[in-house]
T-cell receptor, first 115, second 112 residues
Framework: DVKVTQSSRYLVKRTGEKVFLECVQD?????MFWYRQDPGLGLRLIYF???????EKGDIPEGYSVSREKKERFSLILESASTNQTSMYLC??????????????FGNGTRLTVT | EDKVVQSPLSLVVHEGDTVTLNCSYE??????LLWYKQEKKAPTFLFML????IEKKSGRLSSILDKKELFSILNITATQTGDSAIYLC????????????FGKGTLLTVNP
């Protein structure tokens, strides 16, 4: 079974702090993703990575950066946390199915509160 | 810009009812459409659809994709309170660097 592990379930940080959210997958997947989920807005893609050291901006990258130094680990960084970054953050890694589709496996999420 | 629209945004039914959830999309280089169920934690995978007109079925849940009209439906028959959740539709698109675009989800509440 694919396992996607996010390092923290709950996190409380102060405005201006640098925040690291870590995600590790154990299935040697090339593709990894960071999303945030907010009520009424659904899941929105922040950044994704399709290989080590490769990254692409998603739909809402502002205020975030990412790091993929090893294949199994994809980190989301909030350089200077702000209250509007209070959200549920979900990491996913993806495998290709036999039909060529992309199947995402999600971590359990990190609920970040910025005060 | 890729777009995935789900309807309705929320739905309240009684146990035993049948529900149909809708997902329409506009994306570049469609690859597949996925349905997820989200309760309290992470979304869990339900179906992946890549071919038009072929129904995927799992117990009381079924889904079908229409690639010509660019939509999919998720049906749940004989609903149970345990079906209460947010149902997410996502569309995979792109070339070699593909991504998923999610709809906002449908919040289904099944009352006893």
């Amino acid at each position: 079974d694919v396992k996607v592990t996010q390092s923290s379930r709950y996190l409380v940080k102060r405005t201006g702090e640098k925040v690291f959210l870590e995600c590790v997958q154990d299935m040697d997947h090339e593709n990894m993703f960071w999303y945030r989920q907010d009520p009424g807005l659904g899941l929105r893609l922040i950044y994704f990575s399709y290989d080590v050291k490769m990254k692409e901006k998603g739909d809402i990258p502002e205020g975030y950066s990412v790091s993929r130094e090893k294949k199994e680990r994809f980190s989301l960084i909030l350089e200077s946390a702000s209250t509007n970054q209070t959200s549920m953050y979900l990491c996913a890694s993806s495998s290709l199915t036999q039909t060529g589709g992309l199947l995402s496996h999600f971590g359990n999420g990190t609920r970040l509160t910025v005060t | 810009e890729d777009k995935v629209v789900q309807s309705p945004l929320s739905l309240v039914v009684h146990e035993g009812d049948t529900v149909t959830l809708n997902c329409s999309y506009e994306v570049t280089n469609f690859r597949s459409l996925l349905w997820y169920k989200q309760e309290k934690k992470a979304p869990t995978f339900l179906f992946m659809l890549t071919s038009s007109g072929i129904e995927k079925k799992s117990g009381r849940l079924s889904s079908i994709l229409d690639k010509k009209e660019l939509f999919s439906i998720l049906n749940i028959t004989a609903t149970q309170t345990g079906d209460s959740a947010i149902y997410l539709c996502a569309v995979e698109s792109g070339g070699s660097n593909y991504k998923l675009t999610f709809g906002k989800g449908t919040l289904l509440t099944v009352n006893p």
